[in-house]
């Protein structure tokens, strides 16, 4: 050991005997914090939920000061929480601080889906925000049916309703209406459920079912100056409000402060005294030192032993690895691929093999390279996935982490990647041919994938890796996006700081490798989704090496020069019907537009969806983009990994 690192190790433990020595001697009179900085570091406690503080508040316990309006919640009985929404009771069933999603169910509905009341639900919007996964259901009442049976009704009688016979409906159950099953309903109310509860609809079609799926209720995100409370409580202080204007205060000690705690010199307790307790704690702690010394300088010397980028995946896993998927050892990963003899394919960080859970659950298991980078791929993709839950998303199911061995066990996308279905070369020897239709519905799944990554909320998603490799199709070819080993989470900026650049040659926006074009945003991942359904459109790479000696290599710009001519069927080869021409046309109006040299020029991917699923009148020819795609080589082809601060 270094002489600095062992200077470094014996100033670690002095250090903290001193402030713990600090705090238990400082005069009581010099610790009397005001009172609502006192008030508001007690926590909310009622039945299941613990430790709920910012920006939640109630009459017992946290004041109003302590978190913002909107958010006040009511313990019933000691067990249950109740939070009033625009006028409406929900009961909270779960509360999560690391994600600010609120699991909640309607209160009048939580015993019988017969309310005394028919009213819709109703949020406030300036507070809270469904989650991608909820969908509508319908509960018709007072309903005379004619000539059939109602599918999935129920008996209920409402005040004011002539009949009780009632039923429910969603459109993923059923997309009959009222009218079409020649039933007269004379009232109706929406109500949110998860995206879960359709399936379980389906199995379950009586009211006890209905009954269970209203009680798991649904999710919502709840927003309350998270960029200002952060850094409040880093500097020491408590999150709260002015319930007078319901701004954000930093509660510090003595004083409120609108942002953050002021510097230690600026503290009410002044540099003298601090200095006077310093001493004394010298003094008193000398007898202890040396005892102490030595036994943290053994623990420091263990932890020094293993490398750091061990360290900061073992405290990742800690704090974030028991959120949503299950942690495995290797011998159950070699056990589930019966020793890695179903090999799937081999990606930039490690291999694919088919495997399958105790549950006879079909999975694919991503081994990495213990040797390949310093595990950052591996904490992109867990803390990036398991924080989705969206169908266009492929589901994580588990990890596996032992020291140089890590895995990741993703759902089992039974038809592979895209690329197999788009690549004349590859398609019409080993895979079905698909129709352009069904590749249209497959480009708009996969902008709703990225619109729910994108959406804006406290963890939004920057996936670095949009291409048709790493597009998963399921049996059904439902889109899902996969491979997150390049991602960054990121806050509510829409600008990143970057030290270099991330992604597949042919895909990478023009700002990530090169920082005069603008800042790395959402935008950059709308670049590489339109260069993918430009070739999802065409049927051929972008670059295409084989005709790399004519002016037809780089197909964006080879298409443009068909659509500035007028070409009728945009000089494709292969002969299309009307409507195969109208589809193959939008996807490649809109990937020009999403592959603009400036990021403001690009759309949204709110915004591609919306052209996607418009009129192809309204679809405008862009500018033509001034920079080319450089000819890919198998070797460019590799997904490069570096450095990004988000």
């Known amino acids: 050991m270094t002489m600095p690192t062992a200077h470094i190790f014996l100033r670690l433990p002095i250090l903290f005997i001193i402030f713990n020595l600090i705090t238990t001697l400082m005069p009581s009179a010099l610790c009397d914090d005001a009172a609502q900085y006192t008030e508001c570091r007690n926590t909310y406690d009622c039945g299941l939920l613990k430790n709920i503080t910012y920006p939640f508040w109630a009459a017992n316990g946290r004041p109003q000061h302590c978190g913002r309006e909107g958010y006040q919640l009511t313990c019933l009985d000691d ?129 006890d079912g209905l009954q269970q799926v209203l009680k798991q209720g649904f999710k919502v995100e709840y927003k309350a100056n998270w960029e200002l409370c952060g850094p409040c409580m880093r500097s020491n202080g408590t999150c709260g409000s002015n319930i007078t204007t319901d701004s954000f205060l930093c509660f510090c000690g003595g004083h409120p402060y609108e942002e953050t705690c002021p510097n230690s ?57 028991p959120l949503a998927v299950k942690r495995y050892k290797f011998s159950d990963i070699r056990k589930m691929t019966n020793s890695f003899k179903d090999k799937l394919g081999r990606g930039g960080y490690g291999d694919v093999y088919k495997g399958k859970l105790r549950d006879g659950c079909l999975v694919a298991v991503k081994v990495l390279n213990a040797s390949k980078g310093n595990g950052e791929d591996f904490i992109n993709e867990v803390a990036s996935i398991s924080r989705t839950s969206h169908v266009n998303v492929v589901t994580l199911l588990g990890y596996c982490f032992e020291g140089q061995k890590k895995a990741l066990i993703y759902e089992f996308m039974p038809n592979g990647s ?11 020897k080993t895979t079905p041919h698909l129709e352009l239709e069904k590749l249209f519905e497959i480009a708009i799944g996969i902008a709703r994938g990225l619109e729910y990554l994108h959406r804006g909320c406290n963890t939004r998603i920057l996936h670095f890796d949009i291409k048709p490799h790493n597009i998963l ?23 990143m700081s970057m030290l270099d650049a991330r992604g597949t040659i042919g895909y990478i926006a023009p700002e990530v490798f090169c920082r005069n074009f603008g800042g790395v945003s959402v935008k950059s991942d709308v670049y590489s989704y339109g260069m993918m359904i430009l070739e999802v459109a065409g049927g051929r790479k972008n670059s295409d090496v084989q005709v790399s000696h004519t002016t037809d290599a780089f197909f964006p710009d080879w298409i443009y020069k068909h659509l500035e001519q007028g070409s009728s069927n945009l000089g494709l080869p292969n002969p299309m019907t009307q409507e195969e021409n109208e589809l193959a046309r939008k996807m490649i109006l809109v990937g020009l537009w999403c592959i603009q040299t400036k990021p403001s020029d690009r759309p949204s991917m709110s915004k591609v969806i919306e052209m996607l699923e418009g009129s192809i009148e309204a679809l405008q020819i862009p500018p033509k983009p001034f920079l080319t795609s450089p000819i890919r080589t198998p070797a460019e082809s590799e997904s490069s990994t570096f450095s990004l601060i988000c």
């Open 473 to 495: 199709l399921d049996d059904n070819f439902c889109p899902k996006i996969s491979d997150f080993g390049l991602s960054k989470l990121c806050l509510k900026e829409s600008i």
């Open 265 to 321: 010199e600026d503290n009410s307790w002044s540099w003298n005294w601090k200095r006077k307790v310093i001493i004394g704690a010298f003094a008193a702690a000398s007898g202890i030192l040396l005892s102490v010394i030595v036994c943290c300088i053994k623990s420091r010397m263990q932890t020094f032993m293993r490398t750091k980028s061990h360290q900061d995946l073992e405290a990742f896993i800690q704090n974030n690895g």
């Open 418 to 428: 895209l690329e197999k279905f788009i690549y004349k070369e590859i398609s019409l």
């Open 79 to 207: 067990q249950n929480t109740v939070i009033r929404i625009e006028d409406q009771d929900f009961l909270v069933l779960d509360i999560s601080k690391e994600v600010y999603i609120i699991t909640i169910a309607r209160l009048d509905l939580w015993d019988s889906p017969c309310p005394s009341r028919l009213v819709n639900t109703t949020l406030d919007y300036d507070r809270f925000a469904y989650v991608q996964a909820v969908r509508n259901l319908t509960l018709y009442y007072g309903c005379v049916p004619n000539r059939e049976t109602v599918p999935n009704n129920f008996t209920c009688k409402i005040e004011g309703t002539q009949k009780d016979r009632a039923f429910y409906i969603d459109e993923s159950i059923s997309r009959l209406t009222p009218h079409q099953n020649e039933t007269l309903c004379f009232n109706n109310i929406s109500v949110p459920i998860m995206w879960t509860g359709v399936d379980l609809l389906h199995q379950n079609r009586t009211v």
